[in-house]
């Protein structure tokens, strides 16, 4: 990336990643352009909460480890560790979002 | 004290032990969970983002647990695949699907029957990541920044092309959304399985312009996949 293969010219997050301090958002054309995907972990309902709250307990503390942090980062993604709660928040800010995109792309619905 | 309150009382025992019951019934299984590995459904064959950030997740999850925590790759048909996994499985808080939001958010808005249902069969458990997608043109493409490319986009309409993971692959799709961004309104979009065939068409000049996830880009530019121009 860094050796001219490729011209990087905007990333779709709010904000500039701490990994590509230089490349510029498209918000920053586009304001309120802010589309990074997420990444979760869900389970099917009906799971035991007893299950859910412990992996959730646990992904939180692997996600402030330093080495899961910097493997990430050299990935270029941001390790965040949320609870249920504010992943279902990220859900629904997510698919309000993408919606409107994808109405006013004017795709239709396939059967 | 006549019989009614005497039924009453009954009752209200009989709904405390229930309670009690239950509540050593998940103090015991929150002591012995999990005693058996763990699945991470991916809807998405290895190497993309979900995946990479399961994997990540995954080991270190199981030094903690004690238990592995294994990744399941279920790519196809746009999450339907998966979501049979999940529904087949049985929901003893052994199998987790990790995904990003493309099951919920675009696909219901693309198909107008899918087989699942976010908020029927899902209970969202840990927000694990993010991880911002990059706009990229060729180096020989004649824009060096976003405004020139929706410049060009504009001047030229019909001739960028981009290359998508496929059907519904978000950062295509609202590539022209309402705020003006006319670059994917303009380009004509060619639907490649990722990444091997979006990168090496997107570099024979085929595509100038695409949307991919840095970890993507890492291993394909790294491994010399893109090597040949």
């Known amino acids: 990336m860094k050796s001219g293969q490729v ?74 560790g949320g609870s249920a709660a504010d992943y279902a928040r990220a859900i629904a800010d997510e698919n309000e979002r993408l919606g409107k995109a994808v109405q006013a792309a004017g795709i239709k619905q396939q059967e | 004290m006549n019989s009614n309150n005497i039924f009453r009382r009954r009752v209200w025992q009989a709904a405390a032990l229930a309670v009690a019951a239950a509540s050593i019934g998940s103090a015991a299984f929150a002591q012995t969970y999990p005693n058996r590995a763990i699945r991470f459904i991916v809807p998405y064959s290895a190497g993309g983002l979900p995946d990479t950030v399961a994997r990540i997740y995954a080991q270190r999850l199981g030094d903690r647990l004690g238990q592995p925590v294994v990744v399941d790759n279920k790519p196809g048909a746009n999450g339907v695949v998966a979501a049979q996994a999940m529904a087949a499985s049985p929901k003893d808080g052994y199998t987790f699907l990790v995904t990003d939001g493309s099951m919920f958010s675009i696909n219901p808005s693309l198909y107008k029957t899918i087989s699942y249902d976010y908020k029927r069969d899902f209970v969202p458990v840990s927000l694990a990541a993010r991880a911002p997608l990059y706009l990229a043109v060729h180096p020989k493409t004649p824009a060096n920044n976003l405004r020139e490319l929706i410049a060009l986009a504009k001047a030229k309409p019909g001739t960028l092309t981009y290359g998508s993971s496929g059907i519904g692959h978000a950062p295509s799709e609202h590539g022209s959304d309402e705020s003006g961004f006319v670059v994917g309104h303009h380009a004509h979009s060619i639907q490649r399985h990722w990444p091997i065939r979006t990168c090496v068409d997107w570099w024979s000049s085929r595509h100038v312009v695409f949307c991919l996830a840095i970890p993507v880009w890492l291993c394909e530019v790294g491994s010399g996949a893109l090597g040949r121009q």
């Not at chain 1, 304001?31 to 997420?38: E, H, K, V």
């Open chain 1, 7 to 80: 011209r990087l010219v905007g990333s779709n997050s709010g904000k500039r990643s701490a990994q590509e301090p230089n490349v510029p958002t498209i918000a920053e054309v586009i304001p309120g352009f802010d589309f990074a995907p997420i990444v979760g972990v869900l389970a099917a309902t009906g799971t035991p909460q007893a299950a859910m709250d412990r992996i959730s307990a646990e992904m939180a503390v692997v996600a402030k480890q330093p080495d899961t942090i910097q493997i990430l980062s050299n990935a270029g993604i941001e390790a965040i």
